[in-house]
């Protein structure tokens, strides 16, 4: 390990790589477990709920009680059988989300972000990616959708130390996906009118296989 990771792991909550990005795929499993273990495990809010369909407030606090709707964070997402989730999606307007997801190589990525914000990539970087995507606030539907296949965030950590965290394939959608939700965007909200409407019915037509907030 060089030192930058060294002095980074005693300031920070992840070590980081030679080019200052954090490490998220080392003890995933044991990290998961930790934050999911001290969560409650709340219903998801769904398309039509308004908090959803705002920017959410910036974290400012870094204390027990981030630390704590983290977990919670953690524990919904095990519950939904979801790979990424965002604040907003469990009725809560602040920019922070977690994740749980491979990359297309299979590799396990785990990590908690604040205030994120994805770094414009140059045009000769910018290799998209029409594969289908879901969201856990529109559920049982699935649409095409390209996206970059390749995603860099900057943000903070769950102690507000400065973080960046990059990603390809599978978890480059992701970190998009869920940056997305806390500007206030639903992944449907980027489709043709059509394919809105028709992931809509999609959703419509089956059931959740977990606890969803109804909107009334």
């Not at 080019?19 to 709340?42: I, K, M």
Request: charged share 30%.
């Amino acid at each position: 390990m060089a030192q930058q990771d060294t002095d980074q792991q005693h300031a920070g909550v992840l070590p980081v790589d030679d080019e200052g990005y954090v490490v998220d795929t080392e003890d995933c499993e044991a990290r998961e477990a930790a934050w999911r273990e001290r969560g409650t495990s709340r219903p998801i809010t769904v398309v039509g709920n308004p908090v959803l369909h705002k920017e959410c407030a910036d974290v400012t606090d870094f204390g027990d009680e981030l630390r704590q709707l983290v977990a919670d964070m953690f524990a919904s997402q095990r519950t939904a059988e979801g790979v990424g989730l965002a604040a907003n999606q469990i009725g809560v307007g602040k920019k922070v989300f977690v994740y749980d997801c491979p990359d297309d190589e299979g590799v396990r990525h785990v990590g908690v972000l604040c205030n994120p914000k994805l770094v414009e990539l140059p045009a000769v970087r910018r290799r998209l990616d029409d594969s289908n995507e879901g969201c856990l606030s529109v559920p049982t539907a699935y649409a095409p959708l390209a996206r970059p296949d390749y995603a860099e965030v900057t943000g903070q950590d769950e102690r507000g130390n400065q973080v960046k965290v990059r990603g390809t394939g599978y978890f480059a959608r992701c970190l998009q996906h869920e940056t997305d939700h806390l500007y206030g965007y639903l992944y449907i909200d980027r489709l043709s009118k059509r394919e809105r409407k028709d992931a809509l019915r999609q959703m419509a037509e089956n059931e959740p296989r977990y606890p969803v907030v109804a909107n009334d």
